[in-house]
């Protein structure tokens, strides 16, 4: 039965909380086999709302109004409406008792130390999920003295809920082609942030300006006030202007650039030819969502190393005798740990006795100065960074991580470094129409570049090329990965698979077939389900049936396709069908033990394998969510109608088989 999750969060807001938000729902949103979702949006403060009409906005506007109709049905029968597990996107002091299961998701404080009305809150919550280390530090370091109101007794009043650290992913996007910046000089800083005191931007233009009012530079301030309306425009105007007023006589360029941006324009701003760098000069970020972006568009950047930026501005590197250290690829400014100013104090998100970085002028100007003097230096530290953050933050990796985070499993503790070697193995004949797609998706697994090696096998006959130029092109990417070899003669689908099993060197072993797909994180979900379950030789999941080719997970509508639901593993069910069908992880040890694929069965030699193991002892475990998607190929060897007479006949005497070997142990048992 599906759990009914409960998300309450600023899903429209455009604001970095709002991202948070529809981050979350896009983590889970592919879960909904597992998960019956319902939405209850909040507003953020003064921020404007996402205006795009696109396929997110519209499951986003469905969920809210299943859940104010699901709501408004029980108070009619004045019964409390009834939910398995809450997460609550939004600060500490928003969040409640709403499931038996509570999890909070917050980006948390930017300053040193969290409220005790928070630290009151968080005792509600079952768990914490926070953006970054600098945020978890708070809540762990935090406490206050208070007395226990029953005994008296002086207490350390601290949270105690279990805290986990689940950062953003890399979305990165097409520049837009209209998007035009006239700029007048070819040299160009960037700052996208919100006019307020946490983000220090009154010293970021003043003393930008100091330093470059005499040269022909640009510094382009992407921000606002509060939203993005027009009287907000005005207000960030004036406040600029009067800042400029104090520099009447310079040959710089400052320009505010105002309004809602789109993902595609957004792009286009990080990678403008004239825009070479990007500044943040705040007193602390929960994250750091802007900095964050311009790292993975390759921008250099100047900033303070304090708070939720240093999770992505350090990359590993490995010192002359191997031990791996965090290196920083960006301009650090140096700063002082102070009281945060009153005027900045929020209770009881920013408290009074806090903390946080005043970044120092005279470090911020030399930093300034070190970019525009030696820029290529600047670049190949970002280009370094770049490469890391997309690696590291990769989406489906993130979006795995959140959902890992959110719903503990048996496999949710398992460390990917213990996941041993898998091998994939695929016989490509007649392809053209998939192999775009199927290396793509293939190689977007989570763990494919570090624990996969993929064997590739061509039956093609001379002159039907295509797939060999597509497949070489991904060897060029992945050369430690993909093995590929182009057969002679076509030994058929299971002589393929046979073949590959050989020389295989994973000690676990998949097969992926030209025309399926599979979610980003299943091969690692049944990598750690074999790790699990000692005693289980094989694991298999549902898929998704498709009448389409080439729906891929990110594409797919799950509530327009039906669900191949399977039985839990018995040697009954195993004789009702295959189990396993077309995308089983099992032990390579089952054909040391076992054998191969028979071949002489052209469309069932798989089902007859897993009967003849399941007949020696060997275990099956099904996985509770769905993990692939199945093309119902018209031309696929067991969808054909003209192979259907063979192979009925092929699995009949397969069924024969096993069902007398099924009746002879029940007649001894």
Request: hydrophobic share 35%.
């Amino acid at each position: 039965m599906k759990k009914k999750v409960i998300i309450k969060g600023p899903f429209l807001s455009r604001s970095g909380y709002g991202e948070q938000a529809r981050f979350a729902l896009r983590s889970l949103k592919n879960r909904e086999d597992l998960f019956d979702i319902f939405l209850i949006n909040i507003r953020w403060g003064n921020t404007g709302w996402i205006w795009e009409s696109n396929e997110e906005r519209e499951w986003i506007d469905e969920k809210i109004q299943k859940t104010v109709h699901y709501i408004e049905e029980h108070k009619k029968n004045n019964v409390t409406p009834q939910f398995d597990i809450s997460l609550q996107v939004t600060i500490p002091q928003e969040w409640e008792k709403m499931a038996p299961i509570n999890i909070g998701y917050t980006a948390g404080t930017e300053s040193t130390k969290i409220s005790p009305q928070w630290i009151e809150k968080s005792k509600m919550m079952d768990k914490i999920l926070v953006t970054s280390h600098h945020t978890r530090y708070a809540f762990d370091n935090t406490s206050y003295s208070a007395q226990n109101s029953k005994t008296g007794e002086i207490i350390d009043f601290k949270n105690d809920t279990p805290i986990e650290v689940v950062s953003y992913p890399v979305r990165r996007f097409d520049p837009c082609k209209d998007f035009q910046l006239e700029l007048k000089h070819d040299f160009n800083f960037l700052c996208n942030a919100q006019w307020s005191p946490r983000k220090n931007i009154g010293n970021t233009i003043r003393w930008w300006l100091e330093e470059f009012w005499d040269q022909e530079v640009g510094l382009i301030v992407k921000g606002s006030v509060a939203n993005n309306s027009y009287l907000d425009r005005q207000f960030t105007e004036s406040r600029l202007e009067m800042i400029l007023g104090e520099f009447k006589d310079r040959k710089c360029s400052v320009y505010l650039l105002h309004g809602d941006l789109s993902e595609n324009e957004l792009s286009a701003l990080y990678q403008h030819d004239k825009i070479k760098a990007f500044i943040n000069l705040a007193h602390g970020e929960g994250f750091g969502l802007p900095v964050f972006e311009a790292a993975y568009y390759g921008l250099p950047v100047i900033a303070p190393d304090w708070g939720g930026v240093v999770d992505f501005l350090y990359a590993p590197k490995k010192d002359k005798k191997g031990k791996e250290k965090k290196k920083h690829h960006f301009t650090k400014v140096e700063y002082d740990i102070k009281p945060i100013q009153q005027e900045a104090v929020w209770e009881p998100i920013l408290v009074k006795d806090s903390m946080w970085c005043f970044p120092k002028q005279g470090s911020y100007k030399m930093g300034l100065r070190k970019i525009y003097k030696n820029y290529d230096v600047a670049k190949k530290e970002a280009e370094k960074l770049q490469k890391w953050v997309c690696k590291e933050f990769e989406s489906n990796k993130k979006y795995t991580a959140f959902f890992n985070s959110f719903y503990q499993d048996e496999t949710a503790n398992i460390d990917i470094e213990k996941v041993p070697k898998i091998s994939i193995i695929t016989s490509v004949y007649k392809a053209e129409k998939f192999i775009d797609q199927l290396m793509k998706d293939v190689t977007n697994q989570t763990i494919f570049k570090d624990k996969c090696e993929w064997l590739i096998f061509n039956a093609n006959e001379k002159g039907n090329d295509y797939e060999e130029k597509v497949i070489q092109e991904y060897i060029d990417k992945f050369p430690d990965n993909i093995k590929y070899k182009r057969l002679k003669k076509d030994p058929g689908l299971y002589g393929v698979w046979n073949k590959a099993i050989k020389i295989a060197d994973g000690e676990f072993v998949t097969n992926i077939n030209c025309d399926d797909r599979r979610a980003p994180w299943a091969l690692e979900k049944q990598a750690k389900l074999l790790l699990v379950n000692e005693d289980v030789d094989l694991v298999y999941n549902d898929s998704y049936v498709c009448h389409e080719p080439n729906i891929d997970w990110e594409n797919l509508d799950s509530t327009k396709l039906q669900r191949y639901l399977f039985e839990d593993f018995s040697k009954e069910a195993m004789l009702r069908g295959s189990l396993p069908h077309n995308n089983p992880m099992w032990r390579k040890k089952l054909h040391d033990n076992f054998g191969y694929f028979d071949t002489q069965y052209k469309a069932s030699a798989d089902w007859e394998f897993w009967l003849r193991c399941t007949f020696e002892g060997s275990k099956f475990k099904k996985a509770d969510e769905i993990l692939g998607i199945y093309y119902f190929n018209p031309e696929g060897i067991s969808t054909d109608k003209k192979n259907e007479s063979w192979k009925k006949q092929d699995e009949r005497k397969i069924f024969e088989k096993y069902y007398k070997m099924l009746e002879k142990e029940r007649a001894a048992a």
